[in-house]
Every structure is written in structure tokens, then in C-alpha cells.
């Protein structure tokens, strides 16, 4: 049965601070993961990943994948209040299907 | 970037009557588009898979007959909840996968409320 994990399940950071998000995986036929931000409404995308090793980029936000280590961190560099949310992981492991989403990280930022 | 709609944004209804919800792609051709559901505090769980121009594939422990899904065309994918409860209340969301790539892109949501 496919699995993603992520850790920790809460987190609690002052603002400025420099956090980073885990999540790991074992699935069949991996494609890709992505990682998403859900505020009150829907998730947004942020990042997909296919590639190991290979850091995506935007703005604080960066991530990277480790295929060896079936692993990939979400960081978030000078964290704001408005990063707070929960983040979400999710692998593709056969394209044309759903994907899996882990539980969620959901991350506090207090001033 | 993609968009995908859900229309209504929110819902009360009374218990046993029915409730159609929908999601819309609005710039792109979404030949599958996913449902799924959340409760508070808790991850998305996928309820079925909707391809178009065939029937929806459920998973497991969701039952067809009360959540019925129609994809009739490349834009759009319903979301019908029929005979509501008290414990169908929750937060549906749905998602549409362009067609040629594996971004999922998401719809607002849809906070569905029985009473």
C-alpha cells in the first residue's frame, strides 16, 4: 500500500525563524511529488518535483527531493505570520490516478 | 496558472434532501478531475475519480449510490450528495488534472453543512 508520511505534525516558530518540513514516501511507480499550501480554503500549489537533487525555488520557499532517501524537505527561510498553514505533501505514483497525500504539517508562526 | 472553480462556495441543507455541487475548469481541458473530502484538522481524502465521458471510480468505503458523480464534459464534473445526513457535513474540495501534465490544481472548496 502506498505511504506518505510527513513530519513533524505541528510546529510552532517565532517569527524570523527558519523551519523545515518533511515528508517521505513509499510508493509503486513513483512520478513526482508536490508540495501544497492550505490556508482556510483550497491547497496551492508550490512545488513538483521529479528530479532528485534538483532545489526548486520560490522566493523563502525552497525544496528539494531525495529519491535514494525516498524523502523530500519543504524549508521556509525568515518566516512571517502569513506562512501560517498547513502543508501538504502528495505523490504521484501513477500518473492519470489521484495523488497521495500525506496528513500535513500545520505550521504556526507568531509574531 | 490554472483555474478550476466550485460552485457553491458554501451550502445548508436539510437532512434527506439532495445537494449538487460543481466544479469547473476555466482556462483548461480537464480530462479527470478528482473529489475529495476533509474534515477539520485533517488531510484530504480522496472520495473518487472522475474521468470524463465514463463512470467516476470510487474508493474503497464510499458509497456510489449517495455521492454520485457526473463528468459530462471536458470543463465540468458534478458532485451529488443525495439523502444527506448530519455526518455528511464536511468540506468537499475537487481537483482537475491537465490533461498532458500531473499538476493537480484545486477548486475553493465547497463547505457543505446538514442540519
Known amino acids: 500500500e502506498d505511504k506518505v508520511v510527513q513530519s513533524p505534525l505541528s510546529l510552532v516558530v517565532h517569527e524570523g525563524d527558519t523551519v523545515t518540513l518533511n515528508c517521505s514516501y513509499e510508493v509503486t511507480n513513483f512520478r513526482s511529488l508536490l508540495w501544497y499550501k492550505q490556508e482556510k480554503k483550497a491547497p496551492t500549489f508550490l512545488f513538483m518535483l521529479t528530479s532528485s537533487g534538483i532545489e526548486k525555488k520560490s522566493g523563502r520557499l525552497s525544496s528539494i527531493l531525495d529519491k535514494k532517501e525516498l524523502s523530500s524537505i519543504l524549508n521556509i527561510t525568515a518566516t512571517q505570520t502569513g506562512d501560517s498553514a498547513i502543508y501538504l505533501c502528495?505523490?504521484?505514483?501513477?500518473?492519470?490516478?489521484?495523488?497521495?497525500f500525506g496528513k500535513g504539517t500545520s505550521l504556526l508562526v507568531t509574531p | 496558472g490554472a483555474v478550476v472553480s466550485q460552485h457553491p462556495s458554501r451550502v445548508i441543507c436539510k437532512s434527506g434532501t439532495s445537494v449538487k455541487i460543481e466544479c469547473r475548469s476555466l482556462?483548461?481541458?480537464?480530462?479527470?478531475m478528482f473529489w475529495y473530502r476533509q474534515f477539520p484538522k485533517q488531510s484530504l481524502m480522496l472520495m473518487a475519480t472522475s474521468n470524463e465521458g465514463s463512470k467516476a471510480t470510487y474508493e474503497q468505503g464510499v458509497e456510489k449510490d449517495k455521492f454520485l458523480i457526473n463528468h459530462a464534459s471536458l470543463t465540468l464534473s458534478t458532485l451529488t450528495v443525495t439523502s444527506a445526513h448530519p455526518e455528511d457535513s464536511s468540506f468537499y474540495i475537487c481537483?482537475?488534472?491537465?490533461?498532458?501534465?500531473?499538476?493537480?490544481?484545486f477548486g475553493p472548496g465547497t463547505r457543505l453543512t446538514v442540519t
Open positions: 481537483s482537475a488534472r491537465v490533461a498532458a501534465g500531473v499538476e493537480q490544481y
Open positions: 502528495a505523490v504521484d505514483a501513477n500518473s492519470g490516478y489521484a495523488l497521495n
Open positions: 482556462d483548461f481541458q480537464a480530462t479527470t
